[in-house]
């Protein structure tokens, strides 16, 4: 069988799209302790990222439809790995929030960017990638968090975790870049600005806004909950966020197989069902061992609600996928990276265990959703090889 450089390209850049972030989220415990952050501190940090993301995402779609996905990639991928690089040099609080907003801003920027280059990728082949490039993006969180674990365990500090990460993570874009599709474009998409969705769309993409809600959250806050409330070392909770991005891995390479076999309607309620029994377990456990089974459902129950929702985006045929995609991601996305400074903030007034009950609200929606979703005719989706 040939093999299929693009996909297999762009399965390596949402691989270090999600290194980058599993090193950031397993060193935001350290962080935290290395420059005295309270729970408040902390998440005025985490806004900074998510005001970041919120300037660069919209921009970042006008660039992709007047340049391709692959020219932009090829700069907001370079810059991802050298902003994740330069919160290695975070030397206060106020340092930190302004290299975490250009790394928020880098983030944001590729995230659009990856997806709409899957969407290039998936009509270049004519086969479904979704499900495996986001897991692939799962796969790299695993392995970010878990180089964490390893080094902090050994005594290095964040200052070499993050540079190492970044040089290795950099020596990977350049490799793949040149293997990358360029999509064919209408000659009137140069004129397209972020479209906001239909009373359909809007359903969909609030459904994945409490999905990303639920990650981003978990993401930020989960090896911190560990840290402060269950008193883990910083590398047992490191780890406890490894172990919740193997499950989270595992259910998404299964997303295909699931999308063949069950309605969409059916996986939406189960995933949200287990993010809210989850993330429930892991807040009511007195023990790391219960929580980190928590975290595990938890995981199951996250994966597969951007790849279900995407597959549904992509049927729309009023805005045409690509545009439909662009709006329901970007909403989703906000919930993603709106998630965590909220918690901080409601931990700072009711304690950071009552804050991540935000996690299991979010979870109980995700199941609830489907019931206001419009009734529609089953489509199989080839999955791809």
Same mark, same amino acid.
């Not at 200052?159 to 020596?171: E, P, S």
């Given at each position: 069988?040939?093999?299929?450089? #693009?996909?297999?390209?762009?399965? $390596? =850049?949402?691989?270090?799209?999600?290194?980058?972030?599993?090193?950031?989220?397993?060193?935001? #415990?350290?962080?935290?302790?290395?420059?005295?952050?309270?729970?408040?501190?902390?998440?005025?940090?985490?806004?900074?990222?998510?005001?970041?993301?919120? $300037?660069?995402?919209?921009?970042?779609?006008?660039?992709?439809?007047?340049?391709?996905?692959?020219? $932009?990639?090829? &700069?907001?991928?370079?810059?991802?790995?050298?902003? =994740?690089?330069?919160?290695?040099?975070?030397?206060?609080?106020?340092?930190?929030?302004?290299?975490?907003?250009?790394?928020?801003?880098?983030?944001?920027?590729?995230?659009? &960017?990856?997806?709409?280059?899957?969407?290039?990728?998936?009509?270049?082949?004519?086969?479904?990638?979704?499900?495996?490039?986001? +897991?692939?993006?799962?796969?790299?969180?695993?392995? +970010?968090?878990?180089?964490?674990?390893?080094?902090?365990?050994?005594?290095?500090? @964040?200052?070499?975790?993050? &540079?190492?990460?970044?040089?290795?993570?950099?020596?990977?874009?350049?490799?793949?870049?040149?293997?990358?599709?360029?999509?064919?474009?209408?000659?009137?998409?140069?004129?397209?600005?972020?479209?906001?969705?239909?009373?359909?769309?809007?359903?969909?993409?609030?459904?994945?806004?409490?999905?990303?809600?639920?990650?981003?959250?978990?993401?930020?806050?989960?090896?911190?909950?560990?840290?402060?409330?269950?008193?883990?070392?910083?590398?047992?909770?490191?780890?406890?966020?490894?172990?919740?991005?193997?499950?989270?891995?595992?259910?998404?390479?299964?997303?295909?197989?699931?999308?063949?076999?069950?309605?969409?309607?059916?996986?939406?309620?189960?995933?949200?069902?287990?993010?809210?029994?989850?993330?429930?377990?892991?807040?009511?456990?007195?023990?790391? !061992?219960?929580?980190?089974?928590?975290?595990?459902?938890?995981?199951?129950?996250?994966?597969?609600?951007? !790849?279900?929702?995407?597959?549904?985006?992509?049927?729309?045929?009023?805005?045409?996928?690509? #545009?439909?995609?662009?709006?329901?991601? &970007?909403?989703?996305?906000?919930?993603?990276?709106?998630? !965590?400074?909220?918690?901080?903030?409601?931990?700072?007034?009711?304690?950071?265990?009552?804050?991540?009950?935000?996690?299991?609200?979010?979870?109980?929606? @995700?199941?609830?959703?489907?019931?206001?979703? #419009?009734?529609?005719?089953?489509?199989?989706?080839?999955?791809?090889?």
């Amino acid at each position: 069988m040939k093999i299929q450089w #693009p996909k297999w390209a762009l399965a $390596v =850049l949402f691989l270090v799209d999600g290194t980058g972030f599993g090193l950031w989220a397993a060193h935001v #415990p350290v962080f935290k302790q290395n420059l005295h952050l309270g729970n408040g501190a902390l998440s005025e940090v985490l806004l900074s990222l998510v005001g970041g993301g919120i $300037v660069t995402m919209p921009l970042t779609g006008v660039l992709i439809a007047r340049f391709g996905s692959r020219n $932009v990639v090829r &700069t907001v991928a370079v810059l991802y790995v050298a902003m =994740l690089a330069g919160l290695a040099h975070a030397s206060s609080w106020g340092v930190l929030i302004a290299l975490a907003c250009l790394y928020g801003g880098a983030k944001g920027a590729l995230d659009v &960017t990856v997806n709409a280059q899957a969407i290039a990728v998936e009509q270049f082949y004519g086969r479904s990638s979704m499900s495996l490039l986001q +897991g692939c993006w799962s796969v790299g969180g695993l392995i +970010g968090a878990g180089i964490a674990s390893v080094l902090l365990n050994h005594g290095y500090g @964040v200052r070499f975790n993050l &540079t190492a990460g970044a040089i290795v993570m950099g020596t990977a874009v350049f490799a793949v870049l040149p293997l990358l599709v360029t999509e064919q474009r209408k000659t009137d998409e140069a004129k397209f600005r972020f479209v906001l969705p239909d009373a359909s769309l809007l359903r969909l993409a609030l459904i994945v806004f409490f999905g990303l809600f639920a990650e981003g959250a978990i993401g930020d806050w989960a090896a911190v909950y560990l840290r402060s409330n269950l008193k883990a070392s910083l590398s047992l909770a490191a780890a406890g966020y490894a172990t919740y991005a193997i499950a989270m891995a595992s259910a998404r390479f299964l997303g295909d197989w699931l999308i063949r076999r069950f309605e969409d309607k059916l996986i939406l309620i189960g995933s949200g069902l287990l993010i809210a029994l989850g993330f429930g377990l892991t807040l009511v456990a007195r023990s790391l !061992p219960v929580a980190i089974f928590g975290l595990v459902l938890t995981g199951m129950g996250v994966a597969n609600v951007v !790849p279900v929702i995407m597959t549904l985006t992509g049927k729309n045929t009023r805005m045409g996928a690509g #545009p439909a995609i662009s709006a329901v991601s &970007t909403i989703g996305y906000f919930g993603f990276l709106a998630g !965590p400074p909220l918690i901080g903030w409601l931990a700072v007034a009711a304690g950071l265990d009552k804050a991540l009950g935000l996690v299991v609200l979010a979870g109980v929606i @995700v199941a609830a959703g489907p019931i206001i979703l #419009p009734a529609e005719k089953k489509v199989t989706v080839e999955a791809g090889a």
